[in-house]
């Protein structure tokens, strides 16, 4: 069956970076986009990394500001969220996601925690 695990986490001081892994099993993940959302404590989730509205493209959430970026190794199944200049309201708990034959998939998450 489809799953995602993501890894990587941890606590960082405002300012580092950390980068996130997700690697991907039961399906074809090299022809298959995987995505990036988040949800800090108390709000909704919200994409990071994700398809537009239209579903035309992917693009970075507006609060990413350059600062993060993706990566895959689809030898390794792993797709990576870099992340650079960590700031408090980056922290909460990062997932991705996927869709395979039209059904969701998502991983428990990993968690981001960012000290000021």
């Known amino acids: 069956q489809v799953q995602l695990v993501e890894s990587g986490g941890g606590y960082v001081q405002a300012g580092e970076s950390l980068t996130l892994s997700c690697t991907g099993s039961?399906?074809?993940?090299?022809?298959?986009?995987v995505y990036w959302y988040r949800q800090a404590p108390g709000k909704e989730r919200e994409g990071v990394w994700f398809?537009?509205?239209?579903?035309?493209?992917?693009k970075y959430a507006d609060f990413v500001n350059g600062r993060f970026t993706i990566s895959r190794d689809n030898a390794k199944r792993t797709t990576y969220l870099h992340m650079t200049d960590l700031q408090p309201e980056d922290a909460g708990v990062y997932y991705c996601?996927?869709?395979?034959?039209?059904?969701?998939?998502w991983g428990p998450g990993t968690q981001v925690i960012v000290s000021s």
């Open positions: 996601h996927t869709g395979w034959f039209g059904f969701p998939y």
């Open positions: 039961g399906f074809r993940f090299s022809n298959n986009a």
């Open positions: 398809k537009n509205g239209d579903g035309s493209n992917t």
